[in-house]
């Protein structure tokens, strides 16, 4: 049984786009991001509004077809199809845009984009490690702080920085607090409605009210943990779901794991806990330099090498007592798809768990194929479900 709250968090989407009219209307001005790379704490300190502009739907890939290569991840397609066809309210909405170079796919079609709206394009370094990689993502955030202010005709001061690093990190840990709900052996949310609560993140205009609204809903599955109250999931195999985004539009997978008798009790992704864990070091005199540490340490596939995903990974499979892991790639995703076998690898070694990789599209060509397949990965995570001691689990907001 859902918390009352939770109504809340189902009409974030709507709610946001007539808080960001008002905003805009008042001058404020409204920041597309792509990715979770994008500073968004920075984006607040310029006085702008930052919003999720990653595509997650099928509709708008076809027109992007006629500019990009039909063979390239359904995401970027996503995304650019949106943009060119201005279906997107959210873009719509933006006035500036943020991309990263997280994949040669994005950054070229980034370089699209740019005709459109105007487009601060972030470089990433190609690993985390050593300090020439940190001094070089400090002078991406640097000019990132220069094309916010030129644009909004804020200047960043160091005070604000700070506010909204203190902000975004209470966000942080509430999520993860609501996340760590399905931690326990009574799972309170499926995984659909868990991923409906985590995108919220991204479509929230008025972050004190979005403050207070996290803080009521995970007191409630608070409350709900202490009841002695078998959930429906309470015997389904507990699956970790890794890889690519997901989200609404393209949670085809994560529907198929619940609709065969498996619960998603964690997703290791952008739109779940990846990052939440990573919170800015307010101690830091320099904001800014506390940002760049911050955001590089983000377990992306594109970083090499990605270590961090394996422990994040490692660290998920033992709170969540998972059963099963999947590994869910878009197709032409390169990094994600050959860092598959490193994850398939740790899975099988470390802890002898049924481990699934499955390449895919936006499109329901395949769903009959990924049921029979998730089928037969279930039969085996129900078996280890049903003889394997799992680890203690941490319990909520712990």
Not at 214 to 220: D, I, K, N, P, S
Not at 242 to 258: D, F, M, N, Q, Y
Not at 311 to 322: C, F, G, S, T
């Amino acid at each position: 049984m859902r918390p009352e709250s939770f109504k809340y968090f189902e009409s974030v989407g709507e709610r946001c786009l007539l808080d960001l009219a008002e905003q805009r209307e008042a001058g404020t001005k409204v920041v597309g991001v792509y990715c979770l790379f994008a500073p968004t704490e920075l984006i607040r300190a310029a006085g702008a509004i930052p919003v999720s502009l990653c595509g997650k739907k099928e509709a708008p890939i076809p027109h992007a077809e006629k500019v990009l290569p039909v063979n390239l991840c359904p995401l970027i397609k996503s995304s650019y199809g949106y943009a060119m066809t201005d279906t997107c309210p959210y873009f719509s909405a933006s006035d500036l845009l943020v991309g990263e170079t997280t994949c040669d796919g994005k950054k070229k079609m980034f370089e699209f984009l740019g005709r459109i709206k105007p487009l601060f394009l972030m470089h990433l370094p190609h690993t985390s490690e050593g300090d020439g990689a940190l001094r070089y993502w400090l002078s991406e955030i640097l000019a990132l702080r220069d094309f916010l202010e030129t644009h909004t005709g804020i200047k960043v001061e160091p005070k604000e920085l700070r506010k909204q690093i203190t902000i975004h990190n209470r966000i942080r840990k509430l999520v993860r607090r609501i996340s760590d709900a399905n931690a326990g052996r009574n799972v309170l949310l499926s995984g659909l409605d868990m991923m409906t609560v985590m995108e919220t993140k991204s479509f929230s205009v008025d972050l004190d009210d979005y403050l207070l609204k996290l803080e009521q809903f995970a007191g409630q599955l608070d409350s709900m943990a202490t009841q002695e109250v078998t959930s429906t999931w309470s015997n389904a195999p507990r699956i970790l779901l890794t890889g690519c985004p997901a989200g609404k539009g393209s949670e085809k997978v994560l529907r198929l794991i619940e609709e065969c008798g498996g619960i998603v009790v964690c997703q290791e992704n952008c739109t779940g806990v990846k990052g939440l864990d990573l919170l800015v070091d307010e101690s830091q005199p320099d904001p800014f330099l506390a940002l760049a540490q911050r955001y590089l340490r983000i377990p992306c596939s594109c970083i090499t090498p990605n270590s961090g995903r394996l422990a994040l990974l490692r660290n998920l499979i033992e709170e969540y007592r998972i059963d099963g892991v999947v590994d869910l790639t878009w197709q032409c995703c390169h990094t994600y798809n050959i860092e598959s076998r490193l994850v398939g690898d740790m899975v099988e070694a470390n802890y002898n768990l049924p481990f699934l990789h499955l390449e895919t599209d936006y499109s329901n060509s395949d769903i009959e194929q990924l049921r029979t397949r998730i089928e037969a990965f279930l039969e085996m995570a129900d078996w280890h479900c049903r003889t394997e001691d799992r680890p203690a689990a941490r319990s909520c907001g712990s």
